[in-house]
């Protein structure tokens, strides 16, 4: 179900595109940071398979996340205004 969301990016012009994976991307790597911090886990004692998985869960937490909050979520993220 979370595939939807990105599905329908898929029809965003190219840029959008991009900046919304770029920023998705930027968002998952400071929840990853903070929960490795949270957690007491050293960055530089992962490996860099580890790091990508746990990147890469952020990122499906976040798709869920804007799935549930809608289109707001979606513009807010791009810094699109509906005002």
Known sequence: MQK?????V???PRKTQEKFYERLR??????TRARLIESGVEIERLS???LEVI????EDKLV???????LI?????LGISLF
């Open 10 to 12: 898929t029809y965003l």
């Open 73 to 77: 979520a979606l513009l807010a993220l």
């Open 64 to 70: 869920g996340e804007y799935k549930s909050k809608g």
């Open 4 to 8: 939807w969301i990105v599905e329908k």
């Open 48 to 50: 860099d398979e580890e």
């Open 26 to 31: 930027d968002r998952a790597l400071l929840r």
């Open 55 to 58: 990147i890469a869960d952020e």
